[in-house]
């Protein structure tokens, strides 16, 4: 009998995002026996997803829009129901133009009402957005541990997945190691703790409990969006990492010593 725990990645893209989340998963989550991962792709962004969801009042699970939304999710999906998973993670890019809300959305913060709905990997689940999106990792210096740059104009983000990325550490997902993950989740800790307190460091407790998905948004539009159109760059992905995993690959990153 197989009692291996089923855990979804829904992510938007069938690229990069696949990509990515494929490498993770093959690092950090194909030698546990208790978990088995499935990637399904949106086929679109995280506002369709939503606002299908808020048309049925979230009574519509995740996994059944996504079988009516994707066809490659409906293969993946087409023996197992949204019971079978005992944990849900979104991983999606900010999009600041929100060109796929409908109008009557257009003038609300569909992305703060967004990370209120999906806070819970055991119910529709939990939501990671990557600033301006998944290709932020590139941005990511393997000498310093940390980004490149610190901010991206709004009206730039359009243009973002074709910035020349040639010298990056990360260029290619399928052959990043669990050092160059070690490497990222140090990275993105330190942009998350300066964006919400202005300091490049933080301590485990400070981060659990002050640098959720939500709150890093919120600081985004505190301190960057709101204060002069431009966004944080940060990938969020190895923050999710470090959440899953909690304190302890929290301390290996912190002192730097990666296992090979």
Known sequence: MNNRK?????????????????????????????????????DGN??????????????????????????????????????????IYLFFDYDGHNNNIPKEYKN????????????????LGKLYVSYPMIEAIKEIDAKTMDYKRLYLPLDEISDYKQSSFSQSDFNHYSILDKEHWFIACNASQKRASLLAQFKEQCDYNYFIHNLDQERLYAYQK????NNGHLLCILNSVPLFLLEYYGEDLWNRVIVNIYEK
Do not use: H
């Not at 093959?26 to 088995?36: A, E, M």
């Not at 369709?48 to 999710?73: G, P």
């Open 222 to 225: 505190q301190n960057y969006i």
């Open 46 to 87: 995280i506002y369709m997803l939503w606002t299908r969801l808020k048309k049925d009042e979230f009574e519509t699970n995740v996994v059944d829009v996504l079988k009516e939304m994707s066809t490659i999710a409906k293969e993946r999906l087409k023996d197992l129901r949204a019971s079978d998973f005992s944990e």
């Open 108 to 123: 609300k913060d569909i992305l703060g009402e967004m990370l209120k709905t999906f806070n819970n990997e055991t119910e």
């Open 6 to 42: 089923k855990v979804i990645f829904i992510y938007e893209g069938v690229k990069a995002e696949e990509k990515l989340l494929n490498n993770m998963n093959k690092i950090f989550f194909s030698s546990k026996t208790d978990i088995s991962i499935l990637n399904c792709p949106a």
